[in-house]
């Protein structure tokens, strides 16, 4: 095996030093960021109602109130509400990503978003970019064989008045290794496809599976007109669980999540040196987006499609979603995701919102959703409190397990609900 640095936190070697530096004056605001892509510049529009309910029926087929905008304004909403994580992008880009050949080998995932909501997104809305700030901090351990940073954003999203709609909070993980005796850099495709050596089987789903499925759907409840007054919960109580329609296959996470062109390679892409250095390769030859290993394992041989960032979270948002009915809203979504590559796991993954959780204790996230797995949705309220606006809310540990009881994403949330007499 070949040897790796050993790295101090804090201590920076030349070759990663500039680039060190140039990245965390950024974070402090000593540096500008680099001009964002030019989707991100484009004005504001309003939306329009139809690609809400697109989104919305994609994640939420099953309540009117995001589907049936005709249902929707006789329950007292101008529109169908957008589900929550509708347009929901964090400023990650606000610091650019480290060089994927800075070192021998290099990782790097999606790590946490939040959003908190000031109200619900409906169309006629133009979202704008309001205050937005970076961050960037060191989790490499002491002695460690990888160089990690946590690097993320704070932004705020406002209307076409320039009142805020919701803040959210993002980041990603990025991590390097070197060799240090003179073996060359691992070849990238290969890189990239070292989890799959250690990525767990996937479930077979059973006839019996399928039985169960059907008991679960069976206990779901949209709340609709019958959304719970705050006085009637209480810190404990368990909502109503929620269920996949059957296990994740490829053809969902393409249905989920159209990826447009963004993933298609130009003519003169394809012949960039720096490109071609930093890209996926597949067993046969074509050069790949690192979405391709979302949709299936035809591209990576022994392995299976993998969840998104917030794939799951999405899957399990209508647990909050069926409970807050027409006069609740859900006013806090975030998710943390389990790092498929090992080099990424430096620390827990919501353990501090399952701690509150009867039965969850000293447990959070523990793998990366993938195909093969069914999603139960299930949620418990963990704290109750009056907000600053006087609203009533609660704080809910949201999380997704699979049919053998495995978390695979955790949602920290927050509803509001409607007071008595309101």
Not at 232 to 256: E, K, Q, R
Not at 287 to 296: K, N, P, Q, V, Y
Request: aromatic share 12%; proline share 9%.
């Amino acid at each position: 095996m070949p040897e790796l640095q050993k790295f101090t936190p804090g201590v920076y070697l030349p070759w990663e030093e500039a680039l060190v530096k140039e990245r965390l004056d950024i974070a402090a605001g000593r540096k500008a960021p680099p001009p964002p892509p030019p989707f991100l510049l484009m004005p504001p529009r309003p939306l329009d109602e139809r690609e809400i309910i697109d989104f919305n029926r994609r994640w939420n087929r099953y309540d009117p109130l995001y589907t049936d905008p005709d249902y929707a304004r006789a329950h007292g909403h101008p529109s169908c509400p957008a589900m929550p994580g509708f347009m929901a992008m964090f400023p990650m880009m606000l610091i650019p990503q480290f060089p994927k050949n800075i070192a021998s080998k290099f990782y790097y995932t999606m790590d946490r978003n939040d959003i908190l909501y000031e109200r619900n997104v409906y169309a006629g809305d133009a979202l704008g970019h309001g205050k937005e700030s970076a961050f960037m901090n060191e989790l490499t351990l002491p002695g460690g064989e990888a160089r990690v940073w946590e690097m993320g954003g704070v932004g705020e999203t406002v209307d076409a008045d320039g009142k805020l709609i919701f803040t959210t909070k993002g980041n990603v993980l990025e991590a390097y290794s070197m060799f240090t005796d003179g073996t060359p850099p691992m070849d990238f495709s290969k890189n990239m496809a070292e989890w799959v050596d250690y990525f767990p089987p996937a479930h077979v789903t059973t006839d019996a599976d399928y039985e169960r499925m059907r008991q679960l759907w069976a206990q779901e409840r949209v709340m609709g007109d019958d959304t719970p007054c705050w006085e009637d919960v209480a810190v404990g109580d368990f909502l109503p669980v929620t269920c996949s329609d059957g296990p994740i296959t490829y053809i969902h996470m393409m249905y989920w999540h159209p990826i447009g062109d963004l993933s298609i390679y130009s003519r003169e892409e394809l012949f960039d040196p720096q490109m071609r250095a930093t890209t996926f390769r597949d067993r046969y030859g074509a050069f790949l987006d690192e979405t391709a290993l979302h949709f299936s394992g035809r591209n990576i041989p022994g392995m299976r499609g993998v969840s998104y960032n917030d794939t799951i979270a999405r899957i399990v948002a209508r647990t909050l979603t069926n409970f807050v009915g027409t006069r609740g809203r859900v006013s806090r979504f975030g998710w943390g995701l389990f790092p498929f590559f090992r080099e990424l796991r430096v620390r827990p993954i919501d353990e501090d919102m399952l701690a509150k959780v009867p039965g969850y204790e000293g447990r959070g996230c523990e793998r990366h959703g993938a195909e093969g797995d069914t999603v139960i949705g299930k949620a418990c309220i963990t704290g109750k409190y009056i907000n600053a606006k006087g609203e009533h809310c609660c704080e809910v540990a949201l999380w997704a397990e699979t049919l053998d009881g495995e978390i695979i994403q955790t949602c920290p949330s927050e509803i509001v609900l409607p007071a008595r007499g309101e």
